[in-house]
Structures are given as structure tokens and as C-alpha cells.
């Protein structure tokens, strides 16, 4: 089925693996690779894949905290020098040709290309000379991921999947709870999107049952003014439902919402023609 708007963008079944303790992202990056791994092999699942960006190559910078204080060199003006040139800062508007248009100030390219490049770039101590920025940061090539992903305050990543042909969405998330079971310790995982609404539908399902049973039977139980004769109307409801249940089974129709909706029809046709039955001899 396709997704409701709002609730979902994606077939399948999508899901969040969790860094619930504090392994770290190389860890996490691990433990997705070993699942994705075990989901290949897996019959139940398809096109199991991870949604977002890979980790790539990236310059990490480090201001010396020391240093800056035994220049006189206030931490907020670093971050700011380095947040205006390397990315941007707004300034304010101007009118062009009848549009408004928005001014930023950032570094020219050709001098925020390189590590190098902090060498070009100059804040003023406490004394009044230029001081490089070189001077008071420390960079490094390190291999990471370029944006931080979080799903309920912890760090994570998501992944995408399909049950494969036969099998149901719900067996499908069954199956990838048992390979995240044979993770290591510190990894799990949360559904999200139209996985999280039908794992919480999944969950009220029995409740649904019971109540609609519930409202049957003070329904029949009015009608008649008697307790027995609802309970004897509702002893024929089993046998419908096995019927049904086992005509699911035979066709290997799936337990989606179509099966659900279906049971409680025939809890309801079982109960109307036990009325009628009901009726009928008590003439």
C-alpha cells in the first residue's frame, strides 16, 4: 500500500538504529554495516538499505583554549571569524529592480579552500597586533559523517527496507527485531514514520477485539434484556472467526489491515445470525 501523507514517505518498514550507549559513530557505523549484512541474507527482507550520507573526508578544527587566553583572544571571536568566513553571516537588505535582496558577508573562495588558508585569516589580541588564526586552532583530516543525525536525543541512523515477496510488512519488522537482537550491546533500534503507527496499531489490536465483542454483547444483552442469551449468541463467534482464520491461512493471505477488518466483520455477521437463530426458536 502506498503511504498516508504525514505519517510516512517510504514503503516497506523504515527504522532508526540507536546509539542508546554512547558506543560512538565508527561503533554505530559497525553495527549498521553488520545489519545491513545479516538483512542480505535474510529471505524475509528486500532492499534493506540506509537512507542518509555516507561518511566522507572532512577537516576538523580545534581551537587551543590556552592559547587563545595567553593572547588575549576571546573564544566568541574565534567561532565568529570562523562561522562568517567559512560559512556565512547576515547583514541586512537592499532593494533590487523591486525585490528585496538579502545581503551575506562570507570569506572569498579562494581563500577558504585549503588548510592553508587559516594562515590568511587574522584576530586582533589583547595587545592590539593581528595574530593568525593558525596560531590559535589545530586541524585534522579525520573521516566522518557530514551532518549529525539524532532520533529521540540520541544519535542514529536510518534505514529503509521491504518485506520480500510473500511475506507481510509485519513479518518483515518481526524479522529485522531478531537481527538487531544479535547486535552488540549499546545498538538498537526504534521504528519510525508508518513503521511506529503500525507497530502501535499492531498493539491495540487485541483491545480492538475485545471492546467491539464488549459493545455486541451490551448491545444484544438490551435488546433481549437478558445475559444469558447474549452468551449463548456469542458461543457461535469462535467458530466464524476460526473459520476465517483458517481460510487466511490455507490462501496465505497475509494478517494486514484488510484481515483485521475482516475478522471484525464476521464477529459481527456471527453475532447477527446468532440473533436471528436466537429468534427463530424462541418463537
Known amino acids: ?24 559513530h565508527e561503533a554505530l557505523m559497525a553495527a549498521q554495516g553488520q545489519l545491513l549484512q545479516l538483512a542480505a541474507e535474510s529471505p524475509v527482507l528486500a532492499s534493506v538499505r540506509p537512507n542518509g550520507l ?6 576538523k578544527v580545534d581551537i587551543d583554549h590556552e592559547k587563545a587566553q595567553a593572547l588575549g583572544i576571546e573564544l566568541s571571536e574565534i567561532s565568529r571569524l570562523l562561522s562568517v568566513t567559512w560559512g556565512s553571516q547576515y547583514v ?50 579525520e573521516y566522518g ?3 549529525l543525525e539524532r532520533f529521540n536525543g540520541v544519535p542514529s541512523r536510518q534505514i529503509q527496507g521491504e518485506p520480500a515477496p510473500g511475506y507481510s510488512t509485519g513479518e518483515a519488522m518481526a524479522e529485522v ?7 552488540p550491546d549499546g545498538v538498537a533500534g526504534a521504528w519510525s514514520g508508518l513503521s511506529y503507527q503500525e507497530r502501535q496499531a499492531g498493539a491495540q489490536a487485541s483491545l480492538l477485539y475485545a471492546l467491539s465483542a464488549l459493545v455486541v454483547f451490551l448491545a444484544l444483552a438490551a435488546l433481549y434484556e437478558s445475559w444469558t442469551i447474549p452468551i449463548s449468541v456469542m458461543l457461535a463467534v469462535p467458530l466464524g472467526v476460526l473459520g476465517a482464520v483458517l481460510a487466511a491461512m490455507v490462501r496465505g493471505l497475509p494478517n494486514d489491515v484488510f484481515f483485521q477488518v475482516g475478522i471484525l466483520t464476521t464477529v459481527v455477521v456471527e453475532k447477527v445470525s446468532g440473533a436471528w437463530r436466537t429468534k427463530f426458536f424462541s418463537l
Not at 177 to 183: G, P, S, V, Y
Open 1 to 24: 500500500m502506498p503511504p498516508i501523507p504525514e505519517l510516512g514517505q517510504a514503503l516497506g518498514f523504515e527504522l532508526r538504529l540507536q546509539d542508546r550507549g554512547a558506543i560512538g
Open 54 to 59: 555516507a561518511d566522507n573526508p572532512r577537516y
Open 92 to 141: 541586512n537588505d537592499f532593494l533590487h529592480e523591486g525585490r528585496v535582496k538579502r545581503v551575506y558577508v562570507q570569506g572569498d573562495a579562494p581563500f577558504r579552500m585549503l588548510p592553508e588558508d587559516f594562515e590568511a585569516w587574522y584576530l586582533r589580541a589583547a595587545n592590539g597586533e593581528m595574530t593568525p588564526l593558525s596560531e590559535v586552532t589545530n586541524g585534522r583530516w
Open 177 to 183: 527485531e531478531r537481527l538487531i537482537a544479535q547486535l
Open 145 to 147: 559523517s557530514p551532518r
